[in-house]
């Protein structure tokens, strides 16, 4: 048994050169005033803004260039420069009407375009602004719109209607300005501040003797950062837009940062940020809570909410990238209707200027919107939505056997146990550790008997190791990313040191990559091993700012800086297929693939989690925020490390956090390696007890969650959803981010997340009764209520007009409640009805996709409860799935809030197509204050069937 | 006749287990017969009743689970409120047992428990559990043995270690009782020569001397004598040191032959055997004449006694009249004269009219009383703290009749992977590169834990009787010894080791893991902490 301390070796050798005692290093990462094109964008637009009327406009779109066809509009727009530098520069602009209401607008640099420019140190970099991020991005959505047409045209602009609502844009020339208009106002607004930035090419001067520099150069050829030097052969190219919501007070979006979920102003301010959000996905040790600095992952994705209306905006550039949201102030004295309006100012190093405008009217259309452009989350294998176990590390096949043994002994649910980097030989993926996993399908047989899963991390960074045959395969075949200079494969340090990187980039190197997850080929791999993609920024110790140089060449000779922020998303991307694939056609099952790092299109093929957060309780509260974030911006299957990464979480903490985690669209408890040992079981009463509920309470409202997946992996709607979704016309829910809806379920939540609280106030969005999910309390009225929450409660309520879906027998994981009946629970609305949706399907193959599901609607409306398929298709291909089902029942259907002259009620009819049969019906009269419950014992009706039953 | 009876009484037990719900054991029989009602009362809540077609109707009706002991209908309740044990497998051919309800019609054959595989009769999602308890209730009864056979070596062991402990127990006592008597005598004495070195210290101040001269008969007695007394103090040493070796090891042959008397097989009809424990027999029932420890202690301190200042005996002596004359002086009048003698011997010295007595150059005699003073005071403190070592060690909560206490220093080691782990019995465990030899130290003992990990478990509802699907290696003791305060860990905490104990025969170290970061647990097998066989025999019954 080789132990820890020896394997740790090469890491503690490698970790002692950074500083473990502070918590995030700020020095490590930029400033946006240390970031070249940043300082330039803000300083341009600090002019600009300080010029006011009298700033003499450099963009300016030349009217007689105007062509639209079949939904493109093509025009060229001139920017005025130097006489030096030729004095105009030619920028082509390309203007997309979509067939789903989306406009989306590219700009372009000609001479970049044409590679008439020349970079500098011989690079082999291309010459073109990258323009390739779609191709990792976009799924579709980009039909073009052939019906768009031009409604006028005159000397100052040009206004064209398109879309399904009569979306209306309005090009103005000069200064060139782009409005988008819907429902008869302006929704948002395209260089509305003139701060449109597109640095064209020009060739390096050096200066003459005595010559005086006109404009700071110093960050325009060079920069060094850390001790690195960034050689940028192609000199500034960075680009720039404000894009203004008038009347809009709240924006959301851009993750992933560890902050609120309503943006907040980044210049400065009392309770504002100074810097601007960053999007730049890196490896941040120890990050902050309520900070707009960058993190692991970035979806440059931004929603705008005001009364009654929702918009979005998707900036599709995969370069480092910040993001400036300032807010207009109301003028207190001012007579008019003047809103709020929001301001923002985008700012990438490089790429084409590409950016869609999204017009809701609401967030669902948004979603959709946005899900047909990038696409939604795969629908889940139904265990990744139970729990799952992670620890860095645990030590040996024998210790899994034993945790695996531990939550059966303490009656514990959990369905996934993981392995983190030690499970490997010396940091080689697809190796296992000879001494400590000597035999690995012995601990994944174990876990198979519970139907239990196994996740194993493979990062993309491959042990520099001549006698290691994968790295020798990659660097021979070129798969890996290269150098600056384009020849040899980049190498640079993390965890086994000396790496190498896969390129994701590369065709070539995706298939060699998914070959490696073939079950013939990965060693010691069963069917119920599922992957982990960690450090996939990517990380590298070494790096500027942890990660790669930005002069390093990707396949096609892309220079870093243009893939940076999709780089981890196309690795990700390739584990996937790879595990797709791995049991050969005709036996694909879904995979389960976490990433760290993600892109716009990342829910196509992973789950994420927020990273190395702590076990504290700013942590704890900061976790549903990002989560929320991630929802909205078309990634929902997120989740926060419970208990907190680094740490050790006092009871209480871990406690609640388990309470949080159970509403974690991703549950999953992870610790540090210094961490002391925290398995669920291990905790001291009351405290094991009140985790073993949160535990079962997930397990019980698993049919909610993947109710609420297959939804979302339809039309982008989030699993969990803030009220500013849920209630677009209550304006004073638009900032609350610390409690939210599950799904269609009626199910509001609002764990808490502060120490020593016994009591929470729950804002209510409307007059519906909200009925207490444990013992029917009922809370009524439009506002904030106080609800009891000692440590054994979850402030947990149900909407009047929802049915919640249950399995409520107490299984060892989600595997072995398949066959389980449900419960059906109907919160009563004010108009005496209530319904909802149920999905269920093999929970493991593809099959749904050829019809293989269940999707029945039940409702409820005063008198029968009327069960009947909902949107299915006529003629099943595959009906094997239904048929399995055929003995699955309901087995209680409890009504909530019925009136009291239900009291004499003692049995209702159900009937079918089998006929039609009595059962017992059993009233309770509510306290005060209380609702009355009615419950059908065992209505023996299937839950794949059509029935009714007659109360 | 009494084949029919039996014949008979084994039909109504099959018919009552035949009209017995589901998942109900024989013990819970009468709980669930049918009342002239046809109807059943929930088991802790009597006041709810409803019609016996519902038990095991796979609906849960009864708060406390009980009218589903069949169906995993009232897997939907909290542990604190199901008031039955599970579902009952009869498990024929082995040992009957309960599953907990939310593990029936899983699709699980939970043969750990239900080896009669009855726990998935609805054969959910296709699932077949044939039972096969023949198999695993021989295998069972099998390992059943063996450990009962290890337990019972081990618990023989154990007895050995008790009578070890008691021995050293004695000992220690002994010793302690010895070093009393001994820190009394060397108090007697330093109380002596306190009282002669202020005698030596007042003669001094007033007399002259002079040297023997060399060759005189006074000197030549003294070195004769001088040298006499050594010599014998020698012998009588050398004496003592064969005495305790002798002793010491008679001790070993003792317990050697106890040991033999535990161990050896009765059955084995071996003559030199059975005629040598009956002579052991024998000279046990001797009335053993117990070590007079005065005696000892005289002896020792004869042997410790200081010497006889012989060079002092040697010098003649003449005292100045002064002094002679204040004997003859009532005690106050003696220090008024000798004061007033110092004041006045004292201003003569410092008007230059007396020579000054020599700085530095004690006579020998003050020397040697300052000297034999000191040295039996240094005595004192070494043999007080060895006192407080003693009665600390003797202190020492050593388990249950010190069963430890003979274990202490003894060594076990074994290699994992790169390194070999060294454990000493309540002292040190250390981790040593087998590449480069370097040692690591996981820590010093601290204390022993026993904990009742059942009773625990039980009361916080936890299954406890989970069996191990593999490992049929002896389960962990509840004592555990723990040690810390060993190296510190680079940007952790210093290592420390939590050692549990499992009965076994030889003293062993069975594994090693690190769960978290520099936190060992060593698995080690030791005869103290074996229960006594017929307990061991209960606790085997149970776990099957």
Known sequence: ?951 | MLAKSLLLLATSLALSTASLPRGVSPEDAQLYTQSESKSFRCITHPSIEIPFSRVNDDFCDCPDGSDEPGTSACATLSHKNISIQGFYCHNKGHTAAYLPLGRVNDGVCDYDLCCDGSDEYTGVGGVKCPSKCAEMGAAARKIAAERQARRSKGSKARDVLLKKAKIMRKEMEDNISTSKTKIQAIQLKVAKLQAVLKETEERERSRVITDPKPGSKLEILAKTAKDKVQELKNQLRKLQEQRDAAEERLEKTEAILSVLKTDYNPNFNDEGVKNALRAWEQYQADPVAARNTAENTDLQTMIDAEDIDWDEMAKEEAVAAFHQFTQYLPPGAQDWVNTKLEEARSLLIDNGLLARPPVGNESPALTAAKDSLSAAESDLSRERSHLEGLERDLSLPLGPDDVFRPLKGTCISKDFGDYTYEYCFLDKAHQISRKDGSRTSLGNFQHIVTEDLQTKNRASGVFVSIVEEEGHEEPLSGVSLKHEHGTRCWNGPERSVEVGLYCAQVEELRSVSETEKCVYKFEVGTAAVCDDPAAAKGAVKDEL
């Open chain 1, 1 to 951: 048994m080789q132990l820890l301390t020896a394997k740790l070796a090469c890491l503690v050798a490698l970790v002692a050169q950074l500083d473990l005692t502070n918590a995030v290093k700020h020095a490590d990462f930029k400033t946006c005033s240390q970031s070249g094109f940043c300082k330039r964008g803000r300083e341009f637009a600090d002019r600009v803004a300080a010029a006011g009327p009298a700033w003499t406009p450099e963009y300016e779109l030349a009217k007689d260039t105007i062509s639209l066809n079949d939904g493109v509009l093509t025009a060229t727009v001139f920017k005025t420069v130097d006489e030096k530098d030729g004095g105009k520069v030619e920028l082509p602009l390309k203007m997309s009407f979509l067939v789903n209401s989306v406009a989306r607008v590219q700009l372009d640099e000609a001479k970049r375009q044409k590679g008439e420019i020349e970079l500098r140190h011989d690079s082999k970099a291309r010459k073109e602004r990258y323009n390739e991020a779609e191709k990792f991005a976009l799924v579709g959505g980009t039909n073009y719109d052939v019906h768009a047409n031009i409604l006028n045209s005159d000397e100052d602009s040009t206004k064209i209607r398109y879309g399904w609502d009569g979306q209306q844009v309005v090009i103005d020339y000069k200064p060139f300005k782009i409005s988008f208009i819907r429902d008869g106002e302006v929704q948002a607004v395209f260089n509305q501040r003139n701060f449109l930035t597109m640095e064209h090419w020009r060739p390096k001067r050096e200066l003459k003797e005595g010559e005086e520099a006109t404009v700071d150069e110093s960050t325009w050829w060079d920069e060094s950062f850390g001790g690195n030097t960034d050689s940028k052969p192609r000199g500034p190219e960075s680009i720039g837009l404000d894009i203004t919501f008038p009347g809009y007070e709240h924006v959301y979006g851009i993750p992933e940062h560890a902050s609120g979920l309503s943006l907040k102003e980044t210049r400065g301010g009392e309770g504002n940020y100074e810097e601007p959000y960053r999007l730049y996905n890196a490896d941040v040790f120890e990050y902050i809570t309520d900070s707009p600095m960058t993190l692991y992952g970035s979806i440059p994705f931004m929603q705008a909410a005001k009364n009654g209306s929702t918009v979005g905006v998707f900036w599709l550039n995969s370069a480092e990238t910040w993001v400036d949201v300032t807010k207009s102030k109301k003028n207190p004295a001012s007579l008019s209707n003047e809103k709020q309006s929001t301001h923002t100012h985008w700012m990438s190093e490089t790429g084409i200027l590409d950016v869609f405008f999204l017009p809701g009217p609401n967030a669902g259309y948004v979603y959709e919107q946005y899900s047909d452009l990038t696409g939604t989350t795969t629908l889940p294998p139904q265990f990744s939505l139970g729990y799952h176990q992670c620890r860095w590390n645990y030590v040996s096949q024998d210790d899994i056997k034993d945790v695996d043994r531990n939550f059966d002994k303490f009656d514990m649910p959990y369905d996934v146990i993981w392995l983190d980097i030690e499970y490997t030989e010396d940091k080689k993926y697809f190796t296992w550790d000879p001494s400590n996993f000597n035999d690995p399908l012995s601990m994944q047989k174990q876990l198979d008997m519970r139907d239990r899963k196994l996740v194993v991390i493979i990062d993309p960074h491959i042990k520099n190791d001549p006698n290691y045959s994968i790295n020798k395969e990659m660097n021979s075949a070129g798969y890996a990313v290269k150098d600056k200079h384009g020849e040899k494969s980049f190498e640079g340090w993390c965890w086994p040191g000396s790496s190498n990187w896969v390129d994701g980039l590369n065709p070539n190197a995706v298939t060699w990559w998914k070959s490696l997850f073939d079950l013939k080929r990965f060693p010691s791999c069963s069917k119920n091993v599922h992957i982990w993609n960690d450090m996939n920024e990517p990380s590298v110790f070494n790096g500027p700012e942890i990660t790669m140089p930005k002069d390093n060449l990707h396949y096609g000779n892309w220079e870093h800086r243009d893939v940076h922020n999709l780089a981890g998303m196309a690795f990700h991307n390739a584990t996937y297929g790879g595990m797709i694939e791995r049991d050969g056609p005709g036996n694909e099952r879904r995979p389960f693939v976490l990433t760290r790092s993600f892109f716009a299109g990342s829910q196509r093929t992973a789950a994420m989690w927020t990273g190395d957060n702590q076990a504290s309780w700013e942590h704890l509260a900061q976790a549903f925020p990002m989560i929320l974030s991630q929802g909205i911006a078309g990634m929902p299957f997120a989740g926060a490390d419970v208990g907190g990464f680094f740490g050790n979480p006092v009871p209480e903490l871990f406690t609640r956090w388990y309470q949080s985690g159970a509403f974690y669209p991703f549950f999953r408890g992870h610790a540090h390696i210094d961490a002391k040992r925290r398995e669920p079981y291990l905790v001291d009463e009351p405290y094991r007890s009140i985790v073993r509920d949160a535990l079962r309470l997930r397990y019980q409202l698993l049919p909610v969650w993947y109710t609420a997946f297959q939804r979302a992996s339809k039309d982008g709607m989030p699993v969990i959803r803030p009220h500013f979704v849920m209630f677009p016309n209550d304006p004073e829910g638009f900032g609350i981010d610390d409690q939210f809806f599950v799904g269609d379920s009626g199910l509001l939540v609002k764990p808490v997340v502060k120490e020593g609280q016994t009591e929470t106030e729950v804002y209510l969005p409307d007059d519906e009764p909200y009925y207490d999910y444990q013992d029917y309390k009922v809370y009524k009225g439009k506002g904030w209520h106080k609800v009891h929450a000692p440590l054994e409660k979850i402030p947990l309520l149900v909407r009047g007009s929802h049915m919640v879906p249950r399995k409520d027998r107490h299984r060892r994981s989600a595997g072995l409640m398949k066959f389980d009946p449900y419960t059906l629970v109907f919160a009563i609305n004010n108009e005496g009805k209530s319904g909802g949706l149920l999905y269920h399907d093999d929970g493991e193959t593809f099959s749904y996709s050829t019809g293989s599901y269940i999707r029945k609607s039940y409702s409820f409306d005063g008198r029968n409860i009327i069960s009947r398929d909902f949107d299915v298709p006529d003629e099943r291909i595959d009906p094997a799935f239904v048929d399995s089902m055929k003995n699955v029942r309901v087995e209680k259907i409890i009504l909530v809030g019925v009136p009291d002259d239900w009291k004499d009620k003692k049995t209702v009819t159900v009937t079918d197509k089998e006929g039609e049969w009595k059962v017992d019906l059993e009233f309770k009269k509510g306290e005060k204050g209380y609702a009355n419950v009615a419950t059908v014992r065992d209505p023996k009706a299937k839950v794949a069937g059509d029935w009714i039953v007659e109360l």
